[in-house]
């Protein structure tokens, strides 16, 4: 499948807002990544504004306004979800609501967990991520979501799917979380798209063949 002008859009966005970096990286699972997506490194209006258009085009071509309230979990996808709720309404007229957790339950004040919108029993919540690499993120903050009423947790729209092995070694992180929640999981752009990217341009062969060896061993 050939890079669409929308994918290769996003990723010299995030390359241009130095989010998407290219060298060696430990990962949150522990391997030594040839690449790295930091959204954590979005730091002005108009960054976060078009990050936010990004997603957006994304939920209303994947879902439309089939859902109640996006989720976004702390701390890299509180700002995902309030930028891409604003863009859903500024760009598709699509109103919805938004929350997200706590890192430790607030015992004063409104308590509780999360920030936002309450979620109420009959709910489709989506979740709104950076990145899925071994799916260690979503394993944690699923229980606690579904814990807090009886809702429906059915996409989750991330940036970049990494492609990689899940706690089954015989599935992607994204197919575990399919099978193990239920969950279809929305990339913006594949590691398979950043890779036909640095292929466009011979000055990246080294990094095309260090991308090619951690696909072979991790994807």
């Given at each position: 499948m050939s890079l669409t002008a929308e994918k290769r859009r996003f990723i010299e966005f995030m390359t241009g807002a130095g989010v998407l970096r290219f060298g060696e990286f430990m990962t949150k699972s522990g391997r030594l990544s040839p690449y790295f997506?930091?959204?954590?490194?979005?730091?002005?209006?108009?960054?976060?504004?078009a990050l936010?258009?990004?997603y957006a085009q994304l939920i209303h071509d994947s879902i439309g306004d089939d859902f109640t309230a996006m989720f976004g979990p702390a701390y890299k996808g509180i700002p995902l979800a309030v930028t891409t709720a604003g863009a859903l309404s500024r760009n598709y007229a699509i109103d919805k609501p938004f929350f997200f957790n706590r890192k430790e339950a607030k015992d004063h004040g409104?308590?509780?967990s999360f920030v936002g919108y309450a979620p109420q029993n009959g709910d489709k919540v989506i979740i709104i991520e950076d990145v899925i690499t071994a799916g260690t993120a979503l394993r944690e903050v699923m229980p606690m979501l579904l814990g807090c009423a009886d809702i429906t947790v059915k996409d989750m729209f991330i940036s970049v799917d990494r492609c990689e092995r899940g706690q089954n070694a015989a599935l992607s992180a994204v197919k575990e979380a399919e099978q193990t929640f239920g969950i279809t999981v929305h990339?913006?752009?594949?590691v398979y798209d950043i890779l036909e990217y640095l292929r466009e341009d011979s000055a990246n062969a080294a990094h095309v063949e260090a991308m090619e060896r951690y696909i072979a061993q991790y994807c």
């Open positions: 997506v930091n959204t954590g490194l979005y730091r002005t209006g108009a960054q976060i504004s936010g258009d990004f409104e308590g509780g990339p913006i752009v594949t």
